[in-house]
Structures are given as C-alpha cells and as structure tokens.
T-cell receptor, first 112, second 113 residues
C-alpha cells in the first residue's frame, strides 16, 4: 500500500470549514483513499473514501485531485466535537491491500 | 449492535506473564487485524487475517501470536509480556472484497509492570 503524508496538526475555528490535506503521490490506480478519525483514546472511526471522484456523506466531503496524488477532507462546519486525530490511508480493497499502514495523522484542534 | 467487541477493556500484567486479548465481530467480515497504539503515536499493524485459518505478520509482530479458527474471532496472544508491550490495542475488521472501510473495536488498554 502507498504511504501518505499529512501535517502533524491544524487549528480550526468552530463553525468554519476544516480542510485537512493528504499527500499520496505514489498511489496506484486501484487504490482508494480512506479517511478515519480517532477521538481521544477511542477506536478509529471510518469517515469517507473515494477513488477519483469527489465524495460527500453526512460527515464530510472528500476532494481528490485529478492526478490523484493528493486529497483534502473537508468538515464543512467544524464543531468542538470534531477535535480528533484524522488519518488518511490508501488501500486497494478489491485486490488485497491487507497490510494497511496508518501514519501519525493530523491532530485537528477546533477552537471556540 | 453489530460491531467489533474487544475484551478486556483494561488489563495489568506482570513482566513474563502471558495473556490473550479477545476480538470478536458479528458482521461476517473475512478480514481482521490487530493494531497497537503507543501514547501520542499512530497505529502500528501487528498481525492480520484474511479468513479462517489464514494469518500473516504486520509491522510489529514480535512477541505476539494469532490464530483464526473461526470467521468471528481473532485472539491476540502475548507470549511473555514485556514493559515495551504497554500500549492500547485495537482490533479491526472489514470485508476482504469491496470498498467498505474498517470497523474498529473500542480497544484494550494494557499495562505491563
């Protein structure tokens, strides 16, 4: 599985959009981009995934660049409860990709 | 509720003791894995399994054993606990095929003294 690079930490004002970047320049054609978050010491929670099109669900939006070498997770109206560590990973779910590596993620601080 | 159940939630061991961390899922997922998370760090893959009877090593397998006799269960065994194994352990599962994300358990916090 390809490796990803994320900034170690970011701040965001409550009510504003939080834009979390991820670089995955060595991504393969069959690898999806996944985002998870971990609130305090709870188990990580799946947020969203995508292949090459932008995706949106009730939690967030995922924007993937046309060359697929980077992506951005967008929390449109961040709340204090969105303070967490956010992990970006790439994985090829249909052909294995079982050795999924999580990096250190981005620690997002949402401030009142 | 469907999901991944880990037991125990907390455990204190003495150096040299052995124990088994339990992980069970009721979603009929083929893929299961174990991660450890040290304070302030990301997740590191210990072992994983793509189905009953099939296991493989992750990034940090030393000191741990796994087996997968059923689809539902994937226990992690510490053979001889060491202080360096003090960590929070998370179990995760997913379909092997398809694009669903992983479902994680709530973790086991292990302290080795």
């Amino acid at each position: 599985d390809a490796k990803t690079t994320q900034p170690p930490s970011m701040d965001c004002a409550e009510g504003r959009a939080a834009n979390l970047p991820c670089n995955h320049s060595t991504i393969s054609g069959n690898e999806y981009v996944y985002w998870y978050r971990q609130i305090h010491s709870q188990g990580p929670q799946y947020i969203i995934h995508g292949l090459k099109n932008n995706e949106t669900n009730e939690m967030a939006s995922l924007i993937i660049t046309e060359d697929r070498k980077s992506s951005t997770l967008i929390l449109p109206h961040a709340t204090l409860r969105d303070t967490a560590v956010y992990y970006c990973i790439v994985r090829a779910p249909n052909t294995g990709g079982f050795k999924t590596i999580f990096g250190a993620g981005t620690r997002l601080f949402v401030k009142a | 509720n469907a999901g991944v159940t880990q037991t125990p939630k907390f455990q204190v061991l003495k150096t040299g003791q052995s124990m088994t961390l339990q992980c069970a899922q009721d979603m009929n997922h083929e893929y299961m894995s174990w991660y450890r998370q040290d304070p302030g760090m990301g997740l590191r893959l210990i072992h994983y399994s793509v189905g009953a009877g099939i296991t493989d090593q992750g990034e940090v397998p030393n000191g741990y054993n796994v087996s997968r006799s059923t689809t539902e269960d994937f226990p992690l065994r510490l053979l001889s606990a060491a202080p360096s194994q003090t960590s929070v352990y998370f179990c995760a599962s997913s379909q092997s095929r398809g694009v669903d994300g992983y479902t994680f358990g709530s973790g086991t916090r292990l302290t080795v003294v």
